[in-house]
């Protein structure tokens, strides 16, 4: 959209607002916030072609600010009665969202007890969990390079490797519902790959994510220079097979505000997942299979036992229960794991 475009538009968003007709207002200037998104640039450095980020330019979202308080001084002249406000406040959220997005206040979360769940700490309409990804053999990260969404790597020396499984729904039931149906799909999947999903505690899943995290600026199209950088964690967002977006990080602090990490930083030129997954491999590692492996396997399985004959509950210690199921090890999980791992392997 051309700068007279833009000017047209303003206009017409102001003619309507002061005609009191403010939904097609709101509609231009979405239209127009749409219009200032910028593409990436690629640059050539020596062999290696990467892909960059654009340099900040704040212009552009100091206009669309200019225009928001604009509107909100013509709708408090208009009489309006709640359209300065949302005006005024959705303009400085534009001119302060590096600040916004920079301090995780969109993004951080809080345990909902007894559960596997995580509620937005603004929005609570906005519902998270974690699933931890557990491999039957080292070797089988074919499993891993089939999944798609969010998924969280923590590296070092014990690497693990997490679904996150976002939702928006009204009250703890939809969300439960909606995100146990998504991990329900998600194992069926996996299960034939040699990987199973273990949701994790609200109350682990919060101590997880509890980090002060520093942002790695690093933009390639070339994965192989990313994964070879030493951050502590990295956060994807996979498509239909191929890398959209990710974002590295190093931990600074073990004791911050818990918040599900954004991957924000996007590729002209999209990367197969299993590209990534085998660079990854290769330099850092998967997780090792241990007890829930097994444990997973097992209960996938016996899909088609009945329930009572697949989880063999024992005794509880420290508030965890001792849970086996038929040729398997014990493991120990809260009672919230159980029931979401009962619904999930239904």
Known sequence: MGWRLRLTAILVMLIFLGLGVWPV??????????????????????????TFQKPARPWGRYGIGAALFLLSFVAAESGGTYSPEVFLVTGLAVIL????????????????????????????????????????????????????????????????????????ALNYRQAEASIVKRLRR??????????????????????????????????????????SLPFDAVVFQVKDGRLVSHRAFNVLEPNGTAAVPVADLK??????????????????????????????????ASRTEPLVDR???????????????????????????VRALARIYA
């Open 267 to 300: 590729h002209a030129r999209e990367p197969l997942f299993a590209e990534v997954v085998q660079e990854i491999g290769r330099k850092h590692g998967w997780p090792a299979p241990d007890e829930f492996s097994s444990f997973l396997a097992s209960l996938d």
């Open 25 to 50: 207002s709101l509609l231009v200037f979405l239209y127009l916030a749409y219009s200032f998104r910028r593409p990436r640039t690629r640059a050539v450095l020596g062999q290696r072609q990467e």
């Open 311 to 337: 989880f063999r509950m024992k005794e509880e210690v420290e508030g965890k229960v001792i849970v086996e199921t038929p040729g398997s090890a014990q493991v120990r999980l809260t009672k919230a794991q």
């Open 186 to 227: 998600e194992t069926k999947m996996l299960s034939q790959r040699g990987a199973h999903l273990l949701p994790a505690d609200s109350a682990d899943a919060a101590d997880k994510l509890s980090l002060e995290w520093e942002r790695l600026s690093i933009g390639t199209e070339d994965f192989e220079a990313v994964s």
């Open 97 to 168: 969202w590096p600040v916004i997005s920079g301090l995780g206040l969109l993004s951080g979360v809080v345990p909902v007890k007894d559960s596997v769940l995580l509620q937005n700490r603004l929005f609570p309409l906005s519902w998270h969990a974690l699933a931890e990804v557990k491999l039957e053999s080292q070797d089988q990260t074919r499993g891993i390079a089939a999944m798609s969404g969010k998924l969280l790597l923590f590296a070092g020396r014990a690497p693990a490797m997490f679904q996150v499984v976002s939702v928006c």
